[in-house]
């Protein structure tokens, strides 16, 4: 199985900040990435497939990037709705799997 | 309006078989570019995806699981069943099911329950 890392794990941030997510895949992947947010205690929601295309709904402050191996998530102006645990999840090859999450809190 | 929505044991005991179901609305089973997953998350953990079912009836498991999960469709009732023999405490997990789309060669998980808590403990 292909595994996914995230980096980092955490990290505090502030709103209006601009942040940025690593997720690096084991083998290469193409563009067959998608990440997905989920606050406590909800469902994971779909943020952006194909390493860059944002789901209809999202807001456009959130853009993907990479292919390949590498890739990132960025919030261009966090705001306060958007502190939560980001994956990122491969369907590049059965079985799809998932990143281990990056959580953003409040700093 | 797209919903899903799991039902099914909130505790079952080590060694028993875990049935859960998914009752799905707004969209068809027998959608062709369509599907259902069940993934689960380990209280604190990352997802795990579990397996998937297609309108044509195809099926994939979890490499790790495969030899304890079941997964079948009842289209009439738009209900996806998810059986897991010989549950362990490790299985413990709140237990999502989710819509598969595909756009071109591209799929994802779009639409998902609001998840249940399944406790495995005696």
């Known amino acids: 199985a292909i595994r996914m890392t995230q980096s980092p794990s955490s990290f505090s941030a502030s709103t209006g900040d601009r942040v940025t997510i690593t997720c690096r895949a084991s083998?290469?992947?193409?563009?067959?990435l998608a990440w997905y947010q989920q606050k406590p205690g909800k469902a994971p929601k779909l943020l952006i497939y194909a390493a860059s295309t944002l789901q209809s709904g999202v807001p456009s402050r959130f853009s993907g990037s990479g292919s390949g191996t590498d890739f990132t998530l960025t919030i261009s102006c966090l705001q306060s709705e958007d502190f939560a645990t980001y994956y990122c999840?491969?369907?590049?090859?059965?079985?799809?799997?998932f990143g281990p999450g990056t959580k953003v809190d409040i700093k | 309006q797209v919903t899903l929505k799991e039902s099914g044991p909130v505790l079952v005991k080590p060694t028993e078989t875990l049935t859960l179901t998914c009752t799905v609305s707004g969209f068809s089973l027998s959608n062709a570019r369509m599907g259902v997953s069940w993934i689960r998350q380990p209280p604190g953990k990352a997802l795990e995806w579990l397996a998937h079912?297609?309108?044509?009836?195809?099926?994939s498991y979890s490499t790790s699981l495969k030899s304890r999960l079941t997964i079948s469709k009842d289209t009439s009732k738009s209900q996806v069943v998810l059986t897991m023999t010989n549950m362990d405490p490790v299985d413990t997990a709140t237990y999502y099911c989710?819509?598969?789309?595909?756009?071109?060669?591209?799929?994802?998980?779009?639409?998902w329950g609001q998840g249940t808590l399944v406790t495995v403990s005696s």
């Open positions: 999840q491969q369907y590049y090859s059965y079985p799809p799997t």
């Open positions: 989710a819509r598969i789309s595909f756009r071109g060669y591209d799929w994802f998980f779009d639409y």
């Open positions: 083998q290469g992947i193409s563009s067959y």
């Open positions: 079912i297609f309108s044509n009836d195809e099926k």
